[in-house]
């Protein structure tokens, strides 16, 4: 498993998650007008929703190092320790979260634990489907599209965005550890694909 | 390689499903809060979706640098040379990019029902120069990092980059994004530098970065020529605009104003020319009042920009097409009242008020008591109403001294002090 852990780079997303300890600390409550199709033409948003997006990267890219002939022919299986280590990631993110909310920097930082997990199941789930480049402009994009479109015309946001969600939100929460837990699947289940997308 | 062929394998083809339904959109959504009929706007609403633009098509030519990257175009044995191997993958980004502009240009004028004009030009190149500048560093960055991280990266750099400091408090970088915050009216034209100073610094990067693989020798120099252009274009972007406030400097726009009529003549930007008799009607009707009321009418009524100066028989006014009549009679009504200083600028505790001789001059014009009660404050209501019950000679004395006294920042008068 050495050259499975080498050849993966899993130490970066490590360094992923510290980014994103450092970005939410950093975020804080600061927020800014960004353009929505809402009836002022704008929406403050916390600079926090994007937070998450390190950790999301580093996790995509981690899976992309692949040596395809090796796995495929080898006895370990390797698609179980990719699940354990994102898994493992996914847990030490939310850790982060609850760590820079309770220590009072930012209240929002849970939302962003959830968050990460959302973004990262979007990206395993695009991954498996359209392969990993489009799968971090997948991450990324959901977040600039939902600025856009998801906020209601009482500058509520919708609920489908979960991002945009406030921490405490039953059924964003229960959505992003469904798209978390289909993402790890499809990780597990299948290769990303290559064709198309390239 | 063909064109239909580099755009059917580039991934401006799946951008564009994304990128040319949101310029529409976008330019719409601005398109709300512009003047309709003027041409100006039409280019500076297609200039507003430049963050999803340059955005995405960023990360399309980082893609196209990753693909050339994986297949190691770079070290094969050359049969074209590198620029032409680059041009051609960005040759549907920079497609996309043009498409997504025009596309713009096409949804404002169809939403403003008039076409693009000579002065929106500026922000129309300086959007596009934008956009070709950070194609050529989203290029750059995808032949140097994994694809995976530097699409997304670019895409989410970009947008953060030419949305969040629109609402920063740092003035300065407002003005560096490429967004063009600042909008035009039909009186005032947004410097010219404000167009200038974001092309210097992301044209400086881009060149800078474009030199960098260029066959220059030796390494150091074209480093160092490289970093120069950069340093250069950042530093006189920043110098450009470091004095700047939250608004980009606007100068007075010349040429576009049409005089008609008499008593009191009517002077409009063009964009207003079909409006002409309505605004002459309301103004006859408003200074037959105020003569009657005692105060010298104007010859000419004129909307045009603070920054012009006006002879002195000359009211400003600022009427809008959308007005009613019964507002357009407010609008004149209240041209009697010359520009004044911002007294609280300077003292939060001035005292003086205008309030007085503004509900005064409503009710002077005809507007209905009801009307002019709801905006006033109480106080100053009573003020106007005892004024009203004055001698002509005493209410246009305590008028007057009104307005000197807001001229010089001093405390108003009560219309019975005025008038002993």
């Not at chain 2, 006189?236 to 400097?249: E, K, T």
């Not at chain 2, 001294?401 to 005025?418: G, N, Y």
Request: one cysteine or more; a positive charge.
């Amino acid at each position: 498993m050495t050259l499975w852990f080498a050849t993966r780079r899993w130490w970066l997303s490590a360094v992923g998650l510290l980014v994103f300890l450092f970005a939410a600390i950093g975020a804080g409550e600061h927020q800014a007008d960004l353009p929505s199709f809402t009836p002022i033409g704008s929406v403050t948003v916390k600079l926090m929703l994007f937070s998450p997006i390190p950790v999301c990267l580093a996790i995509l890219y981690c899976l992309d190092r692949r040596l395809p002939t090796a796995e495929l022919t080898g006895i370990r299986r390797t698609g179980l320790a990719d699940q354990a280590v994102v898994m493992t990631v996914g847990g030490l993110a939310l850790c982060i979260a609850v760590l820079v909310s309770s220590s009072g920097h930012a209240a929002s930082a849970q939302a962003a634990g959830r968050n990460a997990l959302f973004l990262m199941g979007l990206g395993m789930t695009v991954r498996a489907m359209l392969g990993s480049t489009a799968a971090g402009a997948a991450s990324v994009g959901w977040l600039a599209l939902v600025t856009l479109v998801g906020y209601g015309g009482n500058l509520r946001p919708y609920a489908w965005t979960v991002v945009l969600r406030g921490a405490n939100d039953v059924v964003s929460g229960a959505l992003a550890c469904s798209m978390f837990a289909v993402g790890l699947a499809l990780t597990g289940l299948r290769a990303p694909k290559t064709r198309g997308l390239n | 390689m063909r064109f239909l062929t580099s755009f059917r394998i580039s991934s401006a083809k799946w951008a564009a499903m994304l990128l040319l339904p949101a310029v529409w959109f976008l330019v719409i959504e601005w398109a709300r809060f512009a003047q309709v009929g003027f041409g100006t706007a039409v280019a500076e609403a297609a200039s507003f979706p430049v963050f999803a633009i340059a955005a995405l098509c960023s990360a399309c030519a980082t893609w196209e640098a990753g693909r050339l990257r994986r297949s190691r175009i770079w070290s094969l044995a050359p049969v074209h040379t590198r620029l032409r191997v680059a041009a051609n993958a960005l040759l549907p980004v920079v497609t996309l990019a043009c498409a997504a502009i025009g596309l713009g240009l096409v949804a404002g004028s169809v939403d403003l029902g008039v076409l693009p004009d000579g002065a929106g030009a500026s922000s129309i190149a300086s959007t596009l120069a934008v956009v070709l500048s950070y194609i050529i560093i989203g290029f750059s960055l995808g032949c140097v990092v994994h694809r995976t991280l530097a699409a997304p990266l670019m895409l989410l750099g970009v947008y953060l980059w030419m949305t969040v400091p629109a609402s920063s408090n740092v003035m300065w970088i407002r003005h560096l994004t490429g967004e063009q915050i600042t909008s035009s009216t039909v009186t005032d034209s947004v410097s010219f530098t404000a167009f200038i100073a974001p092309v210097l610094l992301s044209g400086g990067v881009a060149i800078g970065l474009a030199l960098l693989s260029s066959t220059i020798r030796p390494k150091a120099l074209r480093g160092g020529v490289a970093m120069s252009c950069a340093v250069v274009g950042t530093l006189l972007a920043y110098l450009m605009v470091a004095n700047w406030g939250p608004d980009a400097p606007m100068i007075a726009r010349t040429g576009a104003t049409v005089c008609a009529q008499s008593k009191p003549k009517i002077c409009v930007p063009r964009e207003f020319e079909p409006q002409i008799p309505r605004f002459h009607k309301a103004a006859t009707e408003v200074m037959l009042r105020l003569k009657t009321a005692g105060l010298d009418a104007p010859d000419t009524l004129a909307l045009v920009s603070k920054r012009t100066e006006v002879s002195s028989t000359t009211w400003r006014f600022d009427p809008s097409p959308e007005e009613s009549n019964e507002a357009l009679r407010v609008t004149v009504a209240l041209s009697a009242i010359p520009a004044l200083p911002d007294c609280f600028a300077d003292n939060e505790g001035y005292s003086g008020s205008k309030e007085g001789i503004r509900s005064w001059l409503l009710l002077t014009a005809g507007v209905d008591r009801d009307t002019v009660a709801s905006q006033a404050d109480p106080k100053q209501m009573r003020s106007a109403i005892a004024a009203l019950k004055m001698s002509k000679t005493s209410q246009i004395r305590w008028f007057h001294s009104t307005i000197r006294a807001l001229k010089s920042c001093s405390a108003t008068p009560e219309p019975a002090d005025a008038a002993s």
